[in-house]
């Protein structure tokens, strides 16, 4: 990853927080606002070879709260993030936008799709989290995702303690870290994984979590658990879902529950591939909600 890519710009929102962002392609294309997963950060973003940023798109990556270089929020709840969004949108001048959120980022998206409905042309939530509270949601999920997600309900301080290990290791050893997520995975992840250029991009995402990225990797999870502050049936506008049919990491009924509680609600099902479809189709994603 170049240096170019790693650097960002840090603004203050309007309670006092730092907010980063990074924005990649065209300057002056259709702008398409994309959240990272968790844990994560805008450098998770950075297009490669492989994944370039479509010709005409203007690609905005913002740090979540806690992750990257934006300021950690105790008490933050999935209905402030559109706030965020907005002032940064504001910030750069752009009054119209897409927006598109993956895996943990997928909630961060539909709340955005039903609190700034009026500024947003598409929506795409890809490999989407969905309610982590539903009884379902552990069904056919990879065990640590499942155990996560158990003690963020029962358990929350070994949760915490959990997460601080997890980010440990990966910052401590990386390699080691990837290795390990990799033998987790169905193979069509482990396709995707084992491209040279997106494996040296999440070893830097690793390397540079933020201190805070495991309180705020273990709040995304409480988020997800809890009431997300408002119903998916009052979006009013298109939401598009991209969906592995082999996810582990967030299966696939996760997505179709959330469509089907979401009244304009597109699927867009691949039975073969997995957590990681977006690498292979950004393209077909941000052309969908930028039409």
């Not at 709840?77 to 949108?89: E, I, N, T, Y």
């Amino acid at each position: 990853m170049s240096v170019e890519q790693l650097t960002a710009t840090v603004i203050e929102l309007p309670d006092g927080r730092y907010l980063a962002f990074k924005e990649f392609g065209d300057p002056n294309g259709v702008p398409v606002f994309c959240f990272h997963g968790t844990p994560g950060s805008r450098l998770q973003i950075a297009p490669t070879s492989n994944r370039p940023v479509p010709p005409g798109i203007r690609l905005i990556a913002p740090d979540r709260p806690g992750y990257g270089l934006s300021t950690y929020y105790a008490g933050r709840r999935l209905v402030d993030w559109p706030g965020d969004v907005a002032a940064l949108a504001d910030y750069l001048g752009i009054d119209r936008f897409a927006a598109m959120g993956i895996s943990g980022g997928g909630p961060h998206v539909l709340v955005c799709a039903h609190a700034l409905a009026a500024r947003l042309i598409g929506v795409a939530c890809v490999s989407g989290v969905g309610p982590l509270g539903d009884p379902k949601a552990n069904e056919n999920m990879m065990f640590l995702n499942r155990a996560l997600n158990v003690l963020t309900q029962h358990a929350r301080p070994v949760m915490v303690g959990m997460m601080r290990l997890q980010a440990r290791a990966m910052q401590r050893d990386p390699d080691a870290a990837y290795d390990g997520l990799v033998k987790r995975l169905p193979q069509a992840d482990r396709d995707v994984l084992a491209d040279p250029e997106f494996r040296a991009q999440m070893l830097d995402d690793f390397r540079r979590s933020s201190p805070t990225s495991a309180l705020a990797a273990a709040q995304d999870f409480e988020i997800f658990a809890a009431d997300w502050g408002f119903s998916l049936g009052d979006i009013e506008i298109p939401v598009h879902f991209w969906q592995g049919g082999v996810d582990r990491n967030v299966p696939a009924h996760h997505a179709e529950l959330m469509a089907s509680r979401t009244p304009h609600a597109v699927m867009h099902r691949y039975p073969d591939e997995g957590h990681f479809l977006v690498v292979r189709r950004i393209a077909e994603i941000v052309a969908t909600i930028t039409a």
